[in-house]
């Protein structure tokens, strides 16, 4: 089987991330660009390969089978747009956007061009949470009544206050920046109807737009209602997600790295996250470090690394053996409902969630 061409847009910490897993699968890495172009020589360097000064040129010089896109999160749809047309598949990291309407622009564009759009939902790919949507797509909880996320950390000012991660007209804000557990809970439980948001900043004053709570109510199109608490005023962490149903209920619990699900019946079955022990380890010890935001020279945790790896693998699988990837599904939903909880932050009321 021919190597799967890719290039990479965006290499500074997660950009070599992505590099290193997809290196470590049937891939060649064709080029890279960054605005920086020393982390792109860097990389280029490091996989043979070559640097180029811009989007176009990297396009056209290296006609790649997919594109993977890791810049700043407001500078997702430029270099999207330029590979969908040279009729390449297109992987965006998190958040897709942080506007909605520039998410439906790539989606129609990709459609268009028949292209696969991937989006870097990686914990939708851990085996213990594909479990917990295979046990919910058999219906195992019966009717589903109520839900909960939490994210909840503390994590201290950054000492550079120029930096991207710090500036929402950047980032989006938190809800946007640090959109897993709003994706799950979308991808699921399905549609969502209204959102009611709250937040504010009370522990991080030298950036107060910036805003460290985050509450949502949100209410589901079949009727479930659901919260999700995060932030990064909380010194006690959480990290969770919880669905009730009239069988049983079913908890994602990041913190311990498991899955549970029990029954009224009494029955009860734990799953790990991961398929290896190392990566468990590795994500439970990380629930209890010290958080702080990856700047450029951070390590990655072995469980986040880990997580890039099978997703990597999971595009792949979907390219090479038009095997289901779950990063292609509800693609928007999450930015469609942080939209929404914007909207209702701003006017301080419950919000319909509609695409514009
Ligand atoms: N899925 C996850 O868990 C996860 C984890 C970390 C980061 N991310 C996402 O990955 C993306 C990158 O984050 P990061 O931590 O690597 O940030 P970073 O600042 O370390 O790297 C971003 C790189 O993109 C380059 N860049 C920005 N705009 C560009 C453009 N228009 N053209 C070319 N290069 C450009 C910058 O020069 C920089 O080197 C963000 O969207 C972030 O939210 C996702």
């Known amino acids: 089987m021919n190597k799967t061409k890719i290039a990479l847009i965006g290499c500074g910490f997660f950009g070599k991330q992505l590099a290193y897993s997809f290196n470590k699968l049937n891939t060649v890495l064709v080029g890279f660009v960054d605005l920086n172009i020393d982390r792109a020589h860097q990389l280029a360097e490091k996989y043979g390969s070559q640097a180029y000064e811009n989007i176009h040129a990297l396009l056209e010089n290296t006609q790649p089978d997919l594109v993977i896109i890791s810049t700043f999160n407001y500078a997702h749809r430029e270099p999207a747009i330029a590979a969908l047309n040279h009729n390449a598949h297109v992987f965006i990291e998190t958040p897709f956007t942080i506007d909605q309407q520039e998410c439906r622009e790539i989606v129609e564009l990709a459609n268009a061009k028949n292209k696969t759009l991937f989006i870097g939902h990686l914990l939708r790919t851990l085996p213990g949470v594909i479990k917990a949507k295979q046990f919910l797509d058999e219906n195992k909880l019966g009717k589903i009544t109520v839900a909960r996320a939490t994210r909840q950390r503390w994590i201290d000012s950054s000492p550079n206050k120029d930096w991207w991660k710090n500036n929402i007209a950047l980032t989006g804000g938190k809800l946007f920046n640090e959109i897993h557990e709003l994706d799950l809970l979308c991808w699921l439980l399905g549609d969502v109807d209204s959102v009611y948001a709250q937040s504010t900043n009370r522990a991080h004053p030298d950036n107060l737009e910036n805003h460290d709570i985050f509450q949502l109510l949100l209410q589901f199109k079949s009727g479930i209602f659901a919260s999700l608490e995060m932030g990064t005023a909380y010194r006690l962490h959480e990290w969770s997600i919880t669905i009730h149903g009239e069988l049983g209920a079913l908890v994602i619990n990041f913190f311990n790295s ?83 909880a914007r909207e209702s932050i701003k006017q301080k009321k419950q919000i319909d969630v509609i695409c514009k």
Not at 286 to 305: D, F, M, T
């Open 258 to 340: 498991t899955m549970t699900l029990t029954l009224a019946n009494g029955q009860r079955q734990q799953f790990n996250l991961y398929d290896e022990f190392e990566a468990d380890l590795s994500l439970r010890e990380s629930g209890k470090a010290i958080q702080r935001y990856n700047e450029l020279n951070a390590i990655v945790p072995l469980w986040l690394s880990r997580a890039t790896e099978i997703e990597a693998q999971t595009i792949l699988d979907h390219l090479n053996e038009g095997k289901e990837s779950v990063l292609t599904q509800q693609t928007m939903d999450a930015v469609i409902v942080a939209d929404a």
